[in-house]
């Protein structure tokens, strides 16, 4: 069964859906990474969220922000997969649904993000490139 994917500014999430973003987020990032910081950051109120279901399950989740609230560019964050999908292309699939959504919303603007260092090939493969030398955020090696 393929992934469905779906798109809502925060006004629109459902209580379950934003339940599901929530948990997936601090599954991964807090629980699995073992990484303490503070997720509830107020950026959410300004995102488009876009979010993979299978099975009725939250599997894979990016927020997108316009320009000006984390960088100067539109920016792709807190992507995040589930367990569950790792190694079936759904990370790809999921990026390449956000960058399509934002442009969508935005135009063809340039976007920036910051990921962790050891994602660096996947992003380039992309079409990213790094622009900021290695920085440590929340316990771990990230680049713009």
């Not at 992507?79 to 990370?91: E, H, I, L, P």
């Not at 976007?111 to 790094?130: D, N, R, T, V």
């Not at 290695?134 to 771990?140: A, P, Q, R, T």
Request: glycine content about 8%; charged content about 20%.
């Amino acid at each position: 069964m393929p992934i469905i994917w779906t798109c809502k500014p925060f006004e629109e999430l459902q209580p379950r859906e934003l339940y599901a973003i929530l948990r997936l987020r601090n599954e991964v990032f807090v629980v699995e990474q073992n990484c303490v910081f503070q997720d509830a950051d107020n950026k959410d109120f300004y995102a488009y969220h876009v979010m993979g279901w299978l099975d009725g399950n939250l599997v894979a989740y990016t927020r997108l922000l316009p320009p000006g609230i984390s960088y100067v560019h539109a920016s792709i964050g807190r992507v995040v997969n589930s367990s569950t999908v790792r190694g079936s292309g759904a990370g790809r699939e999921l990026m390449l649904q956000s960058i399509s959504i934002l442009y969508s919303l935005w135009g063809k603007i340039p976007i920036q993000i910051g990921a962790q260092l050891y994602l660096e090939q996947f992003y380039k493969s992309l079409g990213f490139q790094q622009i900021s030398p290695v920085y440590l955020e929340d316990g771990i090696d990230h680049i713009e």
